[in-house]
Nanobody, 116 residues
């Protein structure tokens, strides 16, 4: 069983920045498929950024150039640096960890609100 705990959400003004963290209960390796997703009120959950099994990164078009995904294997933690935040970035942000066998684990999420 993999446990994931997100943190770092909060209220931020448009144009501001936040760093989200996702602490995992397992060792994070460079070939682990992991990612950040978000779900805004009334909308479906969508991919924000992810690591592939090859260690490369993918970003949603809406966040390219503003968000950066990273991870620290020594701390078993994945991060999402979010800059130039917009009101439309408001959502609950979740991290996901996928095992080699395709089993997905989710955290409980952290709320990000972008508002003046």
């Amino acid at each position: 069983q993999v446990q994931l705990v997100e943190s770092g959400g909060g209220l931020v003004q448009p144009g501001g920045s936040l760093i989200l963290s996702c602490a995992a209960s397992v060792i994070i390796l460079s070939n682990n498929v992991m990612g950040w997703y978000r779900q805004a009120p009334g909308k479906e959950r969508e991919l924000v950024a992810s690591f592939t099994s090859a260690g490369s990164t993918n970003y949603a078009d809406s966040v390219k150039g503003r968000f950066t995904i990273s991870r620290d294997s020594a701390k078993n933690t994945m991060y999402l640096q979010m800059n130039s935040l917009k009101p439309e970035d408001t959502a609950v942000y979740y991290c996901r960890y996928s095992t080699y066998y395709g089993v997905n684990y989710w955290g409980k999420g952290t709320l990000v609100t972008v508002s003046s």
